[in-house]
């Protein structure tokens, strides 16, 4: 998951909507439950989230995290396709007649190095496609966990077929964090090769209290648009600068006015976010370079609003290569984009009660907009279904309570952060039960949910 910010206050709206919601017919039920994962299910799992995290894989090249996920699903009885768009994995579970169910776990780790202290922890080393070096590798957004919560819920679901029927259809998923992995599976056929699911369900480990799980119907996850910009100048020596045309400085104006154009563009109700994450000049200290590069991030929830923030972007961008004297205009290139993530009214409702039925109430919040993105929705586009993503929390409870009592949660660790490591108990167990929940509301109606633990 790519992510700016993922903490803030509960929105009222989300509230508001989940409360009124109508409760679901199959809630009155009395259900005859899938099983939870026993004991020694889970200490399977640690293991495997272990050896996962200790051996992390960048962005479409998950091809030993592939192969654990490919045979674990035949070991199960799945029919499985390998090498779905690169090294996506697909298993399909045919269990008579009834729904299709996706259920979805991302699998690419980050190029970064670890520093949790972990005796688990990474220290594999690869190499970055986008900049060509030698970088670490860690799983510090949780997908780890997404995919050995998915193996956990596949096993269940094929050792008790007696209590569901449809299909389940179980994706692993290469390269979220860069964007392309689930359009790479679309581009590969998913659509014609697959069934065609009822639902398409995922779900994301995040820092809040472990146990917790939060879901909000509408927009939940922010569009995001990556793009660089080479603005060029008239390299020089260092001495000489008035013979040149620097686009260091350039690039230094350039920065300073982009972050003005959420602070006195965007109107306060209007959520935006202007990042300028990367910016690379030069080779010496007496060089004047003749191009200078940086790289931007802009998360939206609006159409409109995403539009005025690009245009605000290239109009910056062309003014100060203009001020400056630039011998030619800059260049704006796409990097990468993600959809915006909406939950599908209906369909939330179905799964918040659900989880409800499952964990307890007290365990189901309603979750706010997180400036964070996902591709996720690119398989219930592609189909044109309705999908559903929530939120399942991984920090020790006691420490995010002491955190929130001193005011201190942004100092937590969170995705994507070196020091980021969800704990497994109960967190583990946690995401296992709420897959099976939400697929159990189509596979099983009337079986959303067990005793909770």
Not at 187 to 195: A, C, S, Y
Not at 292 to 306: C, E, H, I, K, S
Not at 335 to 356: M, R
Request: with cysteine; net charge negative; proline share 7%.
């Amino acid at each position: 998951m790519v992510i700016d910010k993922l903490y803030g206050r509960l929105a009222l709206a989300s509230f508001l909507s989940l409360s009124i919601l109508p409760i679901p017919a199959f809630a009155q039920a009395d259900p005859k439950a899938l099983p939870g994962p026993t004991d020694a299910q889970l200490m399977k799992l640690k293991g495997i989230y272990e050896d996962l995290h200790a051996n992390p894989e960048l962005s479409m090249q998950e091809k030993r995290t592939a192969g654990i996920a490919a045979k674990w699903l035949k070991d199960q009885g799945f029919e499985v396709t390998e090498g779905v768009g690169g090294t996506g994995v697909v298993g399909i579970l045919r269990n008579g007649d009834g729904p299709t169910v996706l259920l979805r776990a991302d699998m690419d780790a980050l190029p970064m190095k670890e520093n949790t202290g972990l005796p688990y922890a990474s220290t594999r080393k690869g190499t970055d496609p986008a900049s060509g070096r030698e970088t670490a590798i860690a799983h510090s957004c949780g997908h780890d966990l997404h995919v050995t919560w998915l193996m956990g819920a596949t096993q269940i679901l094929a050792a008790n077929k007696d209590r569901w029927h449809g299909t389940v259809m179980a994706v692993f998923q290469p390269g979220e964090e860069i964007g392309e992995g689930a359009k790479a599976m679309v581009d590969d056929g998913m659509v014609k090769r697959f069934p065609k699911p009822i639902v398409t369900l995922g779900q994301h480990v995040l820092p809040f209290p472990a146990g917790q799980v939060r879901i909000a119907s509408g927009p939940v996850l922010s569009r995001s648009d990556s793009l660089k910009v080479t603005l060029y100048g008239r390299g020089g020596h260092g001495s000489g600068p008035e013979s040149t045309v620097d686009p260091v400085v350039m690039a230094a104006a350039t920065v300073m006015r982009l972050q003005t154009i959420v602070s006195r563009e965007v109107s306060m109700s209007d959520g935006a976010v202007v990042t300028v994450g990367s910016m690379q000049a030069g080779s010496s200290a007496n060089i004047i370079p003749d191009e200078a590069q940086l790289q931007l991030n802009v998360r939206t929830y609006d159409d409109g609003v995403r539009d005025k923030v690009l245009a605000s972007i290239k109009r910056v961008v062309d003014g100060e290569a203009a001020i400056s004297g630039a011998p030619k205009p800059p260049l704006l290139t796409m990097l990468g984009q993600f959809p915006l993530t909406v939950n599908d009214e209906d369909a939330t409702a179905e799964v918040t009660e659900a989880l409800k039925q499952r964990l307890g109430a007290e365990r189901v919040v309603p979750a706010s907009s997180a400036n964070a993105s996902e591709d996720f929705t690119v398989f219930a586009r592609a189909w044109d279904v309705p999908s559903v993503f929530w939120f399942v929390g991984g920090t020790d409870p006691k420490q995010y309570a002491d955190a929130a009592k001193a005011g201190t949660l942004n100092e937590l660790p969170s995705n994507h952060s070196p020091e980021y490591a969800p704990v497994l108990t109960p967190t583990l167990r946690t995401g296992v039960e709420t897959m099976l929940a939400a697929a159990g509301r189509w596979l099983a109606p009337g079986t959303a949910g067990s005793q909770a633990r």
